[in-house]
């Protein structure tokens, strides 16, 4: 049963491109999280999706945006890079839950280590 | 969600216990403690979750306090391979609904010496 896959695994873009990153889901899940960490820090919620809408975002500007595909892989475009959009992209998948559960977990990729010149 | 402190980093020699401490001194009610790991250039690893009982599972045991304001991860017998940056989050529990975001802290970096 193969994990949540991202590609690619590494990327170097200049300031002012755009960058698409892909992430493939845990086998069984059906919502998509994403994350950046810049180096030294802990990981930063970009925002999730599920059934191919947004349902949460953190404090990212409008140039993060997102996709889910019928098939619950998921897609996380930026646009206009900044220097400081250079980081570890990490994907995390997890099931919806339904009824009561203390916890459902979520899975992380190994993420795509984007570096804008 | 209420906000940890933890120590930015902690030894730990080979084959001894990790007993990793995470302060949450405004958690309330409803909100659980939860223990992630992230080993160099990987993604971040579920550990453990507890809400006021102490939990074990094969990774490890989580202790939490009497007044819920601070937790204890324990690793029982710690390896070489378990060196990694420890992240202690709170966060409400996900009662039906998608998944609630995990907000990480800078958490502890565990060096297990051999």
């Known amino acids: 049963d193969a994990g949540v896959t991202q590609s690619p695994t590494h990327l170097i873009k200049t300031r002012g491109q755009q960058v698409t990153l892909r992430c493939s889901p845990k086998?069984?899940?059906?919502?998509v999280s994403w994350y950046q960490q810049a180096l030294g820090q802990g990981p930063q919620f970009i925002f999730q999706?599920?059934?191919?809408?947004?349902?949460q975002r953190g404090n990212f500007p409008d140039r993060f945006s997102g996709h889910q595909f019928p098939n619950y892989s998921s897609e996380l475009n930026v646009n206009a890079l900044l220097l400081g959009d250079s980081a570890l992209y990490l994907c995390?998948?997890?099931?919806?839950?339904?009824?009561?559960?203390?916890?459902?977990?979520?899975?992380f990729g190994p993420g795509t280590r984007l570096t804008v010149l | 969600d209420a906000k940890t402190t933890q120590p930015t980093s902690m030894d730990c020699a080979e084959g001894r216990a990790a007993n990793l401490p995470c302060n949450h001194s405004?958690?309330?009610?409803?909100?659980?403690v939860y223990w992630y790991r992230q080993i160099h250039s990987q993604g971040p690893q579920y550990i453990i979750h507890?809400?006021?009982n102490n939990e074990t599972n094969e990774m490890a045991s989580l202790i939490i306090t009497e007044d819920r304001k601070s937790s204890t991860l324990i690793l029982p017998h710690a390896t070489l391979r378990d060196t990694a940056v420890y992240y202690c989050?709170?966060?409400?529990?996900?009662?039906?609904?998608?998944?609630?975001?995990?907000?990480f802290g800078t958490g502890t970096l565990l060096a297990v010496q051999p």
């Open positions: 086998s069984g899940h059906d919502t």
């Open positions: 405004t958690i309330s009610g409803n909100e659980y």
């Open positions: 989050i709170v966060r409400g529990g996900p009662y039906g609904g998608a998944t609630n975001k995990l907000i």
């Open positions: 999706y599920y059934e191919e809408e947004e349902r």
């Open positions: 507890g809400l006021k």
């Open positions: 995390a998948s997890s099931a919806y839950l339904t009824g009561t559960s203390s916890y459902n977990e979520q899975f």
